[in-house]
């Protein structure tokens, strides 16, 4: 770049356009939000109104009480993941934007399913349910309700394990997530 | 202790708002009544829609945040145009609106309607009163933020109750808003990085849209400009940015924009973009827009850099703040102003080959030698205000604007009705200016209304109707486009114009004669009070040159 006055060439041809790109992976967006009315809405419509698709999301509240996160995950191969940050940054109740670097990140879901699970079936979904770490809070004759923490992926690889038994129902929290080491997220 | 609205009033005399516009209702009751005794000029509108766009027009005339008041319900739902106008052109507005009572919100009450949510879409940002004790603060905030950054409107929605309530009013001091600290310096490295990039550009163009008025930076940009000899354009909402006529002065770009703008953009090898957005009446067909440029591109609003077309450098800040470092800085790169001389030739070529032109005629008053007669008539100096459509288009191109904040037009949303009541809102706030406004038959129905407002309260808009009897330019794109197969853009010939004028104590003109215009244009703007002029020109008349929906610019035609 060089200081001021310096004849140091500079051909047009050097200059490239960075942003605007898709990165074509999940991103993990942390956005910190003023607890006031009609936050969510102001989010949820912005990304309806500029066409931008949310894969899952969490809304809760912080340590600090006029403070709520929302943790909110979309797939960067579908939007230029800087113009959404740059309008959600626009909303004047956000105060900070967090785009999660996967490597750095800590992510959890909680997900319930309600499986089909007679005769030789449940023995078969327990030993699934024990392998990821799962757990049975509701039996009857005929089904069990499971739960299972984990991150998105495995949650989905739960659910691709379970579904074959008869998947009745099933309920996902959204991912929320936090960033590795002292700092704040 | 004092009611609330008592000190609504308070926060606007400290906010230094001299003049409002709005209607009063049920829910804003309370409101109206602190009016009686605030010391603040209220002009009562006859449409709230009028009193939005009439804010509009003193904000964009004076530069000042115009401020708009609507009861509940309609007259909430009726300044929605006028909010996403004021969105879509970064107008500073700030709305106050007038809510039922607390107890009968959500419960469909009588002219309940959810402000709130309606218009979530169309501010920058809004406020839900839930305590009384929080009005003042949301009103000094509302100023900052409709004011601050990319300007935008701003809205206060007061339930009834909470606005009669007594509270403990104490100034306030200060506006912090955690989450809103718009950038306004400009990155130093950015900065010079830019100005080497012009320095050694060979096909430079310096593009400005509304956002160098918005930012009062015209004096800078102009600076820069004539630093060397770097060509200029200007979009739709720019016009006044630079000063045209002037030798480096290409005229306006984008769908009907010059041929010289629009081919200097295609060829250009650096495109400067300052407070513009690239909208798509910019730019054409977005795929094979300038594709020879490399792009600096300068904005206070960070979403807009790369959101439709990737900038090479990107500099977010104030443009009044970045022009004036961005010279001196191309200054000190020491460029060479020889290396312009071949692009100078290029471009002195399109301008004697493609001059905007039209076959004039002796037998009818041709609706651009309409705008031409005002210039004249006007000698250029006045506020033009206009509404939407060919006429708006053709005041764009023949009125020549040389200074910021005398062009007063809806150009994001193209709000038809916009006209009238803008023209007075900038009367209102630039009284010793001429205000005029050139629209058309069709438009000024929109919101003609507001003719009772000027007459009751003296404000001297001269209106000049380019009367054609059609939906101008959705007829012209039915000829273009659709075959000639004419569908509802036939006005017919009502209503007459001159006794409209009169029934609301204007004064009223026809005029037919191409050969005394000028001079009848004169006597009408010299004529005491609003005055409304019909001027029948050409009916079936194209707007010209012009970029088809989705062409190139390089294939604009007429």
């Known amino acids: 770049m060089g200081e001021p006055g310096t004849k140091e060439l500079l051909t047009l041809e050097e200059l490239e356009a960075s942003s605007g790109v898709r990165t074509g992976r999940k991103h993990i967006l942390s956005i910190l939000v003023e607890n006031k009315p009609g936050v969510l809405t102001r989010i949820a419509g912005l990304f309806a109104r500029r066409g931008f698709n949310i894969d899952t999301l969490a809304v809760g509240p912080t340590d600090d009480e006029r403070l709520s996160r929302i943790t909110l995950t979309l ?51 327990m030993q699934i349910v024990e392998i990821f770490r799962g757990k049975i809070i509701d039996v009857t004759r005929r089904s069990v309700i499971i739960e299972v923490t984990g991150t998105w992926e495995k949650v989905e690889a739960f659910e691709r394990m379970v579904r074959p038994f008869g998947l009745v129902e099933m309920a996902r929290t959204g991912e929320i997530a936090i960033s590795r080491g002292r700092g704040e997220t | 202790m004092m009611r609330a609205v008592d000190a609504v009033m ?51 005339a004076s ?15 009726n300044i929605v145009t006028p909010l996403t106008d004021a969105m879509m052109d970064s107008v500073p507005l700030v709305a106050f609106t007038g809510q039922v009572r607390t107890d009968l919100l959500g419960t469909d009450g009588f002219q309940e309607a959810d402000t709130f949510g309606i218009t979530m ?82 096909r430079p163009v310096l593009y400005a849209g509304g956002g160098v008025i918005n ?6 940009l102009t600076e820069l400009a004539v630093s060397d000899r770097l060509p200029v354009t200007c979009t739709l909402m720019g016009l006044g940015a630079f000063p045209a006529p002037h030798a480096q002065w290409l005229g306006m770009l984008g769908m009907h924009g010059t041929r010289t703008a629009n081919y200097a953009m295609d060829e250009a090898d650096l495109i400067v973009a300052v407070g513009a957005r690239f909208d798509d009446r910019i730019t054409g067909k977005l795929s094979e827009f300038a594709p020879r440029a490399k792009f600096v591109h300068i904005d206070v609003d960070p979403a807009e850099i790369s959101k439709n077309i990737p900038a090479h450098i990107p500099i977010v800040g104030d443009a009044k703040n970045i022009l004036p470092r961005l010279t001196a800085e191309y200054r000190a790169a020491g460029p060479d102003a ?33 705008v031409e007669a005002l210039y004249e008539a006007t000698g250029g100096d006045c506020i033009l205000a206009s509404d939407v459509g060919q006429h708006q288009m053709w005041s764009a191109q023949y009125f020549h604007f040389a200074k910021p904040r005398r062009w007063i037009n809806s150009g994001g949303l193209g709000t038809m009705g916009f006209g009238l009541p803008a023209a007075m809102g900038a009367a209102v706030a630039c009284p010793d200016e001429t205000t005029c406004l050139i629209t058309g038959d069709a438009s000024v129905q929109m919101n003609s209304q507001e003719l009772a407002t000027c007459t ?5 808009v001269k209106v000049f109707i380019m009367n054609n009897g059609y939906l101008g330019m959705v007829r012209q794109w039915q000829e273009l486009f659709w075959d000639r197969r004419y569908s509802h853009v036939d006005m017919g010939s009502w209503p ?11 004064t009223g003109m026809r005029l037919t004669d191409k050969s005394t215009l000028v001079a009848d244009m004169r006597k009408a703007i010299e004529t005491p009070g609003p005055v409304v002029v019909d001027v029948r020109v050409t009916r079936e008349e194209n707007t010209y040159p012009m970029i088809a929906p989705g062409a190139a610019a390089r294939d604009m035609v007429g």
């Not at chain 1, 993941?81 to 004047?92: A, G, N, P, R, W």
């Not at chain 1, 319930?112 to 078969?124: I, P, S």
């Not at chain 2, 709005?22 to 009028?50: K, M, S």
């Not at chain 2, 009751?456 to 001297?460: K, L, R, Y």
């Open chain 1, 75 to 125: 797939d960067g191969a579908m939007h230029p993941i800087d113009q959404v940050t740059k309008q959600l940054h626009k909303l004047v109740n956000v105060i900070k934007i967090r785009d999660l670097e996967p490597a750095d990140t800590v992510a959890r879901e909680l997900a319930l399913f309600k499986v089909t699970a007679d005769g030789g079936a449940r023995g078969e979904v």
């Open chain 2, 10 to 60: 308070e926060c606007l005399a400290a906010e230094g708002v001299d003049v409002v516009f709005g209607y009063p209702g049920g829910a804003n009751l309370p409101t109206y009544d602190a009016f009686v005794d605030a010391g603040i000029r209220h002009v009562l509108v006859r449409h709230e829609a009028g009193g939005g766009h009439a804010a509009e027009g003193y904000a964009k």
């Open chain 2, 63 to 77: 530069g000042r945040v115009g401020v708009v008041f609507a009861t509940s319900g309609p007259g909430a739902t």
């Open chain 2, 121 to 202: 879409p169309i501010v920058k940002h809004s406020f839900m009163i839930q305590h009384p004790g929080e009005i003042p603060r949301a009103v000094h905030e509302a100023f900052h933020i409709a004011r601050t950054g990319r300007p935008g409107p701003v809205l206060i929605d007061m339930p009834t109750d909470l606005t009669r309530a007594e509270i403990d009013y104490q100034p306030v001091g200060d506006v912090r808003l955690p989450g809103y600290q718009p950038t306004t310096e400009g990155n130093q490295k950015q900065i010079r990085l830019a100005a080497k990039a012009l320095a050694n550009a060979r």
């Open chain 2, 215 to 220: 930012a009062n930076a015209a004096a800078e």
């Open chain 2, 338 to 370: 020889e290396r312009l001389a071949g692009w100078w030739e290029r471009i002195e070529g399109w301008r004697a080959q493609h001059p905007l032109r039209y076959e004039d005629s002796d037998a009818e008053i041709k609706p651009q030698y309409m």
């Open chain 2, 456 to 460: 009751e309260n003296g404000i001297p």
């Open chain 2, 496 to 506: 007459d114009f001159v006794k409209l004028a009169e029934a609301y104590g204007a």
